[in-house]
């Protein structure tokens, strides 16, 4: 069983920034690949970002692209996102999830992940 706990979100006026973090219990969280999705009300859960293990082979949803930066910490069993030049459209739910099985799938469906965390609000304002 993995717990992801994600925190860090709140509210920021554009073109601000914000870092999210998703701590992770798990004693193989090196083996996994771990994703950013972001849901806004009445819209499906997209995808955002992507950092597989091992060389930490990254991917990015091209809203996000050039703007947000996912990385990981491994002895912290810590996931990031650093989320810079914040738009209003970026409002939304943010959450991390894991993939135990440690599969790279550059732009994944939430149904390529196992497990996520209770997601964390993310305010943009005008």
């Known amino acids: 069983q993995v717990q992801l706990v994600e925190s860090g979100g709140g509210l920021v006026q554009a073109g601000g920034s914000l870092r999210l973090s998703c701590a992770a219990s798990?004693?193989?969280?090196?083996?996994?690949?771990m994703g950013w999705f972001r849901q806004a009300p009445g819209k499906a859960r997209e995808f955002i970002a992507i950092?597989?293990?091992?060389?930490?082979?990254?991917n990015y949803a091209d809203s996000v692209k050039g703007r947000f930066t996912i990385s990981r910490d491994n002895a912290k069993n810590t996931v990031y996102l650093q989320m810079n030049s914040l738009k209003p459209e970026d409002t939304a739910v943010y959450y991390c999830?894991?993939?135990?099985?440690?599969?790279?799938?550059?732009?994944?469906?939430?149904?390529?992940?196992?497990?996520w965390g209770q997601g964390t609000q993310v305010t943009v304002s005008s």
């Open positions: 999830a894991a993939d135990l099985k440690g599969l790279y799938n550059p732009t994944p469906a939430p149904n390529d992940f196992n497990y």
């Open positions: 798990g004693r193989a969280f090196s083996s996994y690949t």
């Open positions: 950092i597989r293990w091992g060389v930490f082979r990254t």
